[in-house]
């Protein structure tokens, strides 16, 4: 490999130029003093970042949110969202500096010679207009290619992304097609107007792991035969691993490390790198089976619309005191309706819910403070669980207020001990949601969880909005908080990473469906169900052969496709 | 938390005029030269030193009325939209935290009362209940809150999807809690718009009421009277029985310029 990278940079050297398609260097960004939440001084987004992308290469830019990856890709369109401008350095396309174009200069590129796929796709597009007619669009606008041509070339990008019936599928309205499809389709509106760079902007990191593959083969397929460049923007490493020919690791704005993929994800030279490549070492071995349920649900069947539709079918499973049960499955496999019924939000039509042996009342209305205090709940989108008009104090403090009727500085005491617990100071206390990271917003919902002194928290996908070295550490205090508090988890998730690092029994679902239940080790070991095994097989490993493997070996479609 | 020098120009100068308005409203009583009701001169005088904007059809001085007819309609309208605005706000967060029959109830009761022109039903209901000023101001503001609740509703409503009031619902807190402590802190930028514009409808609609003769009752001091009284003078190519009315309307501007700069700031546009 190391051989072929010489020898592709010595191709190169006698290319000359000709094939560096995008030249960024010393590139420096910076927010408007009057934008940035400090106010005063301007904030410095991206500082000193170089890069270069050739013909047909595949750079990935990797990171947390924060670190600039996506404004360096907006940057080489010339674009700065809210107002944030290029303040250093230049960025060359085809010859050209962008930081000397005219506006009008800048539409002609847009489109035309570099293109930018969206991270939500279903955002992207104009609901009121047909699939098609967006595809073409800037096709036609930049006056590349006549209409009946830029259709007949967007059902050939259909055909080769693998969407089913390429046809007949741009007559479709955004809202007809799921959400893998429509990513694809976003896709093929990058490829139609044929540019030479295209920056894509996460694109599979909203979609479940069996949709994300297939995008993934699909984008990178696309990418070979038509031997555009590309910028690949994400913050899963075992995903730019499939697509990228060179990684680039950002933080805070600045470079951290840049090599060919190989390198990054083999033989990593800074510490930050290296604690990207090894984030899911959580070893977290399984608590032997207790037989003293704390929550048990059996012959479970809920659903909307007096019965017409059903989410949840005939669900059973048992949560052991101070374990944590993981419950598995894809968008639309009824994870969250469990979670809904299991708080009393949505009564079931049938079945039974037992808490520590003793019946739950089906409605919210009917159980009693003591019953709604053992059983808490963490939300996957911690900035829209937390009033933005409440301080942390009073966010934490509430519950311990209306549960246990404690006021005044006994109760300022506790909120501090409680940020104590999850690793933020007590001069978190005052502060507002707003001015909180990510994670840190994650630590401050599973400390008004906790604060109730629960038996059982629900940890709705609490995971899957943050990065993963931020996850990594929301996921060990978890586990060291059950270890202290002896509470069980149910987490509900869809990432398989995540289970075998802090789950001890598993319950798979599909359709409403538990199609495999029981002890980790025993449902993440073969031999397996078909659908078990296309969930296990689509969680990207880090090693480059991954994706071609993981599609051949595949018995089972994806629903979501 | 606001510094002067970002409130931009338009926002700058309606500040300053419903300052002097609102001082002017106070002092009413030491900045006037005569009484409120005093004949001081025959009808109709010209404007001089003695009377700075003449007499009205009465002999009184007009600018004494119009110093003394911004402390009336200004008050009254200030307090009908105070009560507008507790009934309205009131019923708009109940409808949108219970949902379902509540809603429901609520909602149609509202529909019937913003089906009938507002004026029209304003004149029917005073000449049910007679004239008097408690009368008015109850009536205007029951009219009035029908606004309010529609635009309370629909802004709670978006507010009761978040998970943050879910969270509170799941922890067991009554319904005082959800629509004073999560529901309201975030809808308050909103309101405090739309109270600017309706403060501004009300003071419109107690004018027209006034100059019909419906609204305020001689011989207390109103801009919407003084319009009418003074009217014929305006054949006669004098400008005074315009002021009251422009009074009106730079209060109007004044507060609608302060309005558009909050709702800008609050909705968290910018200037691209």
């Known amino acids: 490999m190391s051989e072929r990278g010489k020898m592709s940079t010595e191709q190169c050297a006698g290319i000359a130029t000709a094939g560096e398609l995008l030249t960024i260097e010393n590139l420096r960004i910076e927010a408007p003093a009057s934008n940035s939440v400090r106010g005063g001084v301007p904030s410095i987004l991206v500082d000193d970042v170089s890069l270069s992308v050739r013909r047909g290469r595949v750079m990935g830019l990797i990171g947390e949110s924060g670190a600039g990856k996506s404004t360096i890709g907006l940057a080489s369109m010339g674009y700065g969202r809210g107002g944030i401008k290029i303040t250093g350095g230049s960025v060359v396309v085809n010859g050209r500096d962008i930081r000397k174009l005219s506006k009008a200069g800048l539409r002609k590129l847009r489109g035309k010679e570099i293109c930018y796929v969206a991270q939500s796709a279903a955002a992207a597009f104009n609901p009121a207009k047909r699939l098609m007619d967006q595809v073409v669009e800037a096709a036609l606008m930049h006056g590349v290619s006549s209409r009946a041509d830029a259709e007949a070339r967007a059902v050939i990008l259909f055909k080769k992304l693998g969407l ?12 007809q097609v799921s959400g893998g499809q429509l990513q694809r389709v976003m896709t093929a509106m990058a490829l139609c107007s044929e540019p030479d760079l295209i920056v894509f902007d996460e694109p599979t990191t909203a979609l479940d792991v069996t949709t994300q593959i297939d995008v993934l083969a699909a984008i990178r397929d696309a990418m070979r035969e038509t031997s555009v460049a590309a910028i690949y923007i994400t913050h899963d490493l075992a995903v730019v691993a499939q697509v990228a020919d060179e990684i680039m690791v950002l933080r805070g704005g600045k470079m951290v490390e840049q090599g060919t993929t190989r390198q990054i994800i083999h033989h990593p030279r800074q510490d930050y790198t290296k604690a990207l490549v090894a984030v899911h070492d959580i070893q977290h071995p399984e608590k032997p089976a207790a037989a003293s349920p704390i929550l048990a649900i059996d012959r479970l069947t809920a659903g909307y619309g007096n019965g017409t539709i059903k989410v949840l079918e005939d669900v059973a499973l048992v949560l052991e005191k101070a374990h944590t049960l993981a419950i598995v499955g894809e968008s639309g496999s009824g994870k969250s309706t469990l979670a809904r019924v299991i708080t009393g939000l949505l009564p079931p039509m049938s079945g039974s819910l037992k808490f520590d042996g003793k019946a739950l009342p089906a409605r919210l209305a009917e159980r009693s403070k003591n019953e709604l205090r053992q059983l808490q709940m963490i939300y996957q989108m911690a900035d829209v669980a937390m009033n933005p008009r409440q301080t942390v104090a009073t966010i934490i403090g509430r519950p311990i207020e209306f549960y246990f009727g404690i006021k005044g500085d006994e109760r300022d005491r506790r909120v501090a001990k409680l940020l104590d617990q999850i690793e933020l100071g007590k001069e978190f206390a005052n502060r507002y949601p707003s001015e909180l990271s990510g994670g840190q917003k994650q630590r401050i919902c599973i400390a008004r969880a906790l ?43 869809h990432d398989l990473a995540t289970v075998s ?61 | 938390m606001i ?64 110093l003394f007819g911004a402390r009336n309609t200004l008050g009254i309208a200030f307090v009908t939209t105070v009560i507008a605005f507790a009934l309205g706000a009131t019923g708009g967060l109940v409808a949108a935290t219970f949902g379902g029959w509540t809603d429901q109830i609520l909602s149609r009761f509202v529909d019937v009362l913003m089906s009938i022109p507002q004026l029209i039903f304003a004149l029917l209901l005073l000449s049910i209940f007679g004239i008097s000023i408690p009368s008015l101001i109850l009536v205007i503001a029951v009219l009035d809150s029908t606004r309010v609740y529609r635009l309370t509703r629909a802004v709670a409503i978006n507010v009761t999807v978040f998970d943050y009031v879910e969270a509170s619902r799941l922890r067991g807190e009554g319904a005082i809690w959800i629509m004073t402590r999560e529901i309201l802190p975030n809808i308050v930028p909103t309101l405090i718009a739309e109270f600017g514009l309706r403060f501004c409808f009300v003071f419109l609609l107690i004018s027209g009421l006034s100059f019909l003769g419906l609204g305020i009752q001689p011989p207390t001091a109103d801009w919407g009277s003084m319009v009418r009284d003074s009217a014929t003078l305006i054949t006669y190519g004098d400008v005074t029985p315009l002021l009251p009315a422009a009074a009106i309307a730079l209060l109007a501007v004044a507060i609608n310029l302060v309005v558009d700069w909050f709702l800008h700031r609050a909705s968290g546009l910018k200037d691209d």
């Open chain 1, 501 to 561: 690092s802090i789950a001890d029994s598993v319950v798979v679902m599909h359709r409403g469906r538990v199609v495999r239940s029981g002890a980790k080790s025993q449902v993440l070991n073969p031999p397996f169900d078909p659908y078990t095994e296309l969930l296990l097989s689509s969680v990207p490993q880090l090693n480059e052969g991954w994706l071609d493997g993981a599609i051949a070996s595949r018995r089972m479609q994806p629903a979501g496709n």
């Open chain 2, 3 to 66: 510094k002067l020098r970002d409130i931009p120009l338009s926002a700058k100068f309606g500040i300053i005029v419903i300052i002097m308005y609102v001082l002017t409203a106070i002092f009413a009583a030491q900045l006037a030269p005569y009484g409120e009701a005093d004949i001081v001169a025959t009808p109709f005088e010209a404007w001089s030193s003695q009377f700075w904007l003449g007499t009205d059809n009465l002999g009184r001085d007009m600018f004494t009325r119009l």
């Open chain 1, 451 to 493: 604060a109730a002194k629960p038996r059982i928290i629900i940890c709705d996908e609490v995971t899957s909005a943050l990065d993963p070295l931020v996850s990594n550490g929301i996921l060990k205090l978890l586990l060291q908080l059950q270890k202290e508090e002896e509470i069980a988890y149910l987490f509900i998730t």
């Open chain 1, 164 to 175: 089913p019936d390429p046809e007949k599928i741009g007559r479709r309205f955004p809202h």
